[in-house]
């Protein structure tokens, strides 16, 4: 769809009735976007508009109608972008309440939203992310689908027929199914599960040294971290393994095992990030693991993501932040939205790094360059 090394960047965004915006241009910077303001400004709901614009949904588990401003019908985001040949560009998000969502580029309605995926790749680093680290394999597991996802088609398509057999195979697992039924979704779920296998590990250890490259720079090579991926399929098949664990199946009456159960480790200088880690090492952690997703996004796709910083501040010291602003502000890393509480802590330390940006002031839902 693009030619190779294109990229979009914002020029302005238009937003309309979305959460506690009523009506806001902005004119956007090409390099580093400051938004500043008190806590419920509405710093976080710009954020959410541009990821509406990537990905046609918010960043947080939210509903689209949770995002129409109480007491109105609809809310349009409309982006204005340019490419680097000179080119315009337009994306535009409406949700109404009654119709529901579209979007369009370039005037053109997309059939299916997820054809817009990859178009607009974005990497957010936000305070919710802690619960890739605190929360279940399962968290874990689903940022990595996202992302492994957006790099590898057949990625998503193996994960997607594993699903589906995996959830018949539950089904069944609670009729008293025959041997023959079930190896039928065996031998599907094996299939795709070579795939998902093969592309996690894959991308799990291109992804490793970036991740240790990024933590390092961070924490001015203070502590060293790693991230390992954990499989059974590490060890056995997973057609043995299903074999193997058939009668424990019957007994819980689903799958116990399988690409369903993996998992993937980070630790701290050898221990458990989650237990040895502080809020600072851990939060340094998640934005170095980002600034990884960000590489490989850029080296795969034909775009440069677009990077959201929510509350740059949460939990990290100025030392950490200011080596942060160092990194991006540098050559590989493009646009780049940031949000702060303090006005002066952000632009001291900007210019500390010597970034060049452009601020914007919110006051509720109102935004003032
Ligand atoms: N659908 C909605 N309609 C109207 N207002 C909404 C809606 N959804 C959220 N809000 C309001 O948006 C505000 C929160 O905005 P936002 O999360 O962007 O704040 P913020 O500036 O990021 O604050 P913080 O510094 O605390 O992160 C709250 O006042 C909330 O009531
Ligand atoms: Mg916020």
New binding site residues.
């Given amino acids: 769809m693009f030619d190779k090394e294109t990229r979009m960047r914002l020029e302005n965004l238009s937003i309309i009735n ?3 915006i009523a009506e806001e241009r902005l004119e956007l910077s090409e390099g580093i976007n400051c ?1 500043v ?12 508009a541009i990821h509406y614009l990537s990905s046609a949904r918010s960043m947080h588990t939210i509903t689209d109608t ?5 007491d ?1 019908d609809f809310f349009l985001i409309d982006g204005g972008f340019r490419r680097d040949d000179g080119r315009p560009e337009q994306v535009v998000c409406f949700y109404a309440r009654r119709s529901g969502k579209t979007l369009k580029r370039n005037g053109k309605e997309y059939d299916k939203l997820s054809d817009h995926v990859g178009c607009l790749p974005i990497v957010v680093v936000s ?1 919710a992310d802690s619960s890739l680290i605190s929360d279940s394999a399962e968290e874990r597991r689903r940022y990595f689908n996202r992302l492994l996802s957006h790099l590898d088609r057949s990625y998503l398509a193996a994960l997607m027929r594993y699903n589906t057999a995996l959830a018949e195979r539950n089904k069944l697992l609670k009729m008293n199914p025959s041997e023959e039924m079930l190896l039928i979704y065996d031998q599907i779920m094996s299939i795709a599960a070579d795939t998902i296998f093969s592309v996690r590990t894959e991308v799990i250890e291109r992804m490793r040294p970036l991740v240790e490259h990024y933590y390092a720079l961070l924490s001015n090579e203070r502590e060293t971290i790693d991230m390992e991926y954990r499989s059974e399929l590490q060890t056995t098949p997973l057609a043995e393994l299903l074999l193997a664990s058939r009668r424990k199946d019957f007994a819980n009456e689903f799958t116990t095992s399988g690409v369903h159960r993996d998992d993937v480790l980070f630790s701290i200088a050898g221990f458990p990030l989650r237990k040895f880690g502080s809020q600072g090492q851990q939060k340094s952690f998640l934005i170095a693991l980002k600034l990884a997703e960000y590489r490989l996004l850029a080296e795969s796709g034909q775009e440069r993501p677009m990077l959201l910083l ?2 740059l501040f949460d939990k990290l010291d100025m030392q950490r932040v200011a080596e942060l602003l160092r990194l991006v502000g540098g050559d590989i890393f493009g646009q780049i939205f940031i ?1 702060d ?1 303090n006005k002066h802590r952000l632009q001291h330390t900007l210019s500390e790094a010597g970034a060049e940006y452009r601020l914007f002031h ?1 006051k ?2 109102g935004i003032e360059r």
């Fill in positions: 979305f959460k506690n938004f303001g008190h806590n419920g400004a509405g710093k976080t709901n710009i954020l959410d949770q995002s129409v401003r109480h109105e305070p929510d509350d949000t509480c919110v509720e839902g």
